[in-house]
């Protein structure tokens, strides 16, 4: 059995782009029998940016909302809020203090955002720590994460490594797993979608709005009877991403048969996401107009990750006297 650990910042409401590319194929592994999942909100982390009590409530909800509605198995896995098990803090605690000061201003992710953040502040700098804590906490053994968290992760295998040289064995040491399969979703402008960019779509919307930002799609301006190259178009290239291939092979014709506008292929786009995201918008829907309901999906999981963190806790607190 393996246990296989990820935190996904409560930043936005998660778009296409976060969907297709960590969303999906995280419900996809956590489905494996032999593998135990445990996916949570970073919310404390996402204090290091976010100040604003409504939006983090609301990004938090949307977050949770979105994975519950693609599925995600709340019986057989944990799903909980990083907030709700402070355990980790008290962790954090005592990993940042033996965690050397120059590894953590070393760290790209600190200098990326100190250089274009306003706000400076500590959480910031140990940010990686608290990582550490979320991850050795609950004795994980893969953390599934892009490209951008691999330093953090070597940083969390020296911290556990250095505490079992000192206290001896008590953390497991995790690995990163990185999907190199992981398609990259273009935005509405073609570059990579994400919330930087301010390029995503986001399936949520109500249907007239999201039918909007489809039409935003930027595309070339060859005339409706002009055969196009399906290629370099950012419509098809979002189409195929969901299409299944008897739709991708037509859309495809289409495109090279000429015939065929723009217009004609966005509007296919839209009705592609409202049919193939149906039930996850529905749900999605309904957990943000209820979030009792949301709430009570969640506190399961906290209770019993609570009970893991607990149980690490007394063995760190035995180990270092308290
Ligand atoms: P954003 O770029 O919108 O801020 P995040 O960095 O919060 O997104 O990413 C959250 C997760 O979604 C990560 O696992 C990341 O790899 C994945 N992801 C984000 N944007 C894309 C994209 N355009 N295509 C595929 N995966 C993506
Ligand atoms: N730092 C991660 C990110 O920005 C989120 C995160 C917080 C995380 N704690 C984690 C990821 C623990 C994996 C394991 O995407």
Not at 69 to 88: C, H, I, W
Not at 127 to 151: H, R, S
Not at 196 to 214: A, C, G, H, W
Not at 228 to 253: E, G, H, W
Request: with cysteine; net charge negative; aromatic share 10%.
């Amino acid at each position: 059995m393996a246990r296989i650990l990820t935190g996904i910042q409560s930043s936005g409401v998660p778009h296409l782009g976060n969907i297709l590319g960590a969303i999906l194929p995280a419900i996809e592994m956590s489905r494996a029998p032999e593998n135990e999942s445990f996916f949570f909100i970073a919310d404390l982390h996402s204090l290091t940016t976010i100040k604003d009590a409504e939006i983090r409530r609301h990004h938090i909800n949307a977050v949770a909302a979105a994975w519950i509605a693609f599925g995600f198995d709340t019986d057989k896995n944990l799903f909980y809020r990083q907030s709700m098990v402070p355990e980790v803090c008290e962790l954090a605690w005592y990993l940042n203090c033996l965690t050397p000061f120059p590894m953590l201003a070393n760290a790209h992710s600190f200098k990326d955002k100190s250089e274009k953040l306003a706000d400076v502040n500590a959480g910031l700098f140990t940010y990686p720590v608290l990582m550490a804590a979320d991850i050795l906490l609950y004795q994980a053994n893969f953390v599934p994460v892009g490209k951008d968290q691999l330093q953090h992760l070597e940083m969390t295998r020296d911290i556990a490594q250095k505490f079992n040289h000192i206290y001896g064995d008590t953390f497991v040491i995790p690995e990163a797993k990185i999907d190199e399969q992981v398609k990259i979703v273009p935005g509405i402008d073609g570059q990579k979608m994400s919330k930087s960019y301010q390029n995503f779509i986001d399936i949520f919307l109500p249907d007239k709005e999201l039918l909007k930002v489809i039409k935003s799609i930027v595309t070339d301006s060859l005339p409706l009877e002009a055969a196009k190259d399906p290629d370099t178009c950012n419509v098809y290239n979002i189409f195929k991403l969901i299409a299944d291939s008897d739709q991708t092979s037509a859309m495809r014709k289409n495109y090279l048969e000429g015939g065929y506008g723009y217009g004609h292929a966005k509007q296919a786009l839209y009705e592609l996401i409202i049919s193939k995201f149906a039930s996850a918008r529905e749900e999605f829907g309904f957990l943000m107009s209820n979030p009792a309901t949301l709430n009570h999906q969640l506190e399961k999981g906290e209770k019993r990750a609570r009970a893991y963190a607990q149980d690490t806790l007394s063995l760190v607190r035995e180990k270092l006297g308290y």
